[in-house]
């Protein structure tokens, strides 16, 4: 059973950074994909970033390219995600998520089976 656990979350005005980790534990397989997610109020929860951990493939969604980084350390079986240039839409909740993979990553929320219990990123302008 894999546990995630994230942190890192906080208040920053515009323009500030962020970086947030995942602990996660209990992986037995040899791959996953693992992302960061985040929800708005009153919005569907979006992948934002997400990662394959053997190969080290990274994929982002259009409205954090450029901004966000996703990264591993397999040392310290942790997930990293560094916001840099926040903006206030970046304001959400965001989750990290993973889910064994022979090589794929995953887009959609329903084929992530373990999740963390979500830190909050509150960015004022």
């Known amino acids: 059973q894999v546990q995630l656990a994230e942190s890192g979350g906080g208040s920053v005005q515009a323009g500030g950074s962020l970086r947030l980790s995942c602990a996660a534990s209990?992986?037995?397989?040899?791959?996953?994909?693992m992302a960061w997610f985040r929800q708005a109020p009153r919005k569907e929860r979006e992948r934002v970033a997400a990662?394959?951990?053997?190969?080290?493939?990274?994929y982002y969604s259009d409205s954090v390219k450029g901004r966000f980084t996703i990264s591993q350390d397999n040392a310290k079986n942790a997930l990293y995600l560094q916001m840099n240039d926040l903006k206030p839409e970046d304001t959400a909740m965001y989750y990290c998520?993973?889910?064994?993979?022979?090589?794929?990553?995953?887009?959609?929320?329903?084929?992530?089976?373990?999740w963390g219990q979500g830190t909050q990123v509150t960015v004022s302008s």
């Open positions: 998520a993973a889910e064994p993979s022979d090589g794929a990553c995953y887009r959609d929320e329903a084929q992530f089976n373990y």
């Open positions: 209990g992986k037995t397989r040899k791959n996953y994909c």
């Open positions: 990662l394959i951990l053997v190969g080290d493939r990274a």
